[in-house]
């Protein structure tokens, strides 16, 4: 059974850092690509990040040059490394599977099983 589990969630100011982590099992971890996505409240599901096991990384725009993707493959974990966070980031934040062919789009709509999600929440 493929899971998903997202941790590291919280409450930071402004300009603050996080990092979150995505354990995976039940699949093979390099087959497959692993997306982050976020969804703030009354907000369409958001697409952050996509990582292919050899190590690309995709970014929207809206994150791009303040977070970082790394992973441990070892421990089938993929982070997420958050800085210079804004309010704007504030969301519930997922981790996914997708297919690798399709990484670049981050589209929410390809990818699936998801994780529980982990809140992050940034004051102002």
């Known amino acids: 059974e493929v899971q998903l589990v997202e941790s590291g969630g919280g409450l930071v100011q402004a300009g603050g850092s996080l990092r979150l982590s995505c354990a995976a099992s039940?699949?093979?971890?390099?087959?497959?690509?692993i997306g982050w996505f976020r969804q703030a409240p009354r907000k369409e599901r958001e697409g952050v990040s996509c990582?292919?096991?050899?190590?690309?990384?995709y970014y929207s725009d809206s994150v791009k040059g303040r977070f970082t993707v790394s992973s441990d493959n070892a421990k089938n974990t993929v982070y997420l490394q958050m800085d210079r966070l804004k309010p704007d980031d504030t969301a519930e934040y997922y981790c996914?599977?997708?297919?690798?062919?399709?990484?670049?789009?981050?589209?929410?709509?390809?990818?699936?099983?998801w994780g529980q999600g982990t809140q992050v929440t940034v004051s102002s």
């Open positions: 996914a599977v997708g297919p690798v062919g399709l990484c670049h789009l981050i589209d929410y709509a390809d990818f699936g099983p």
């Open positions: 039940g699949f093979a971890f390099g087959d497959y690509a």
């Open positions: 990582t292919l096991n050899m190590g690309t990384t």
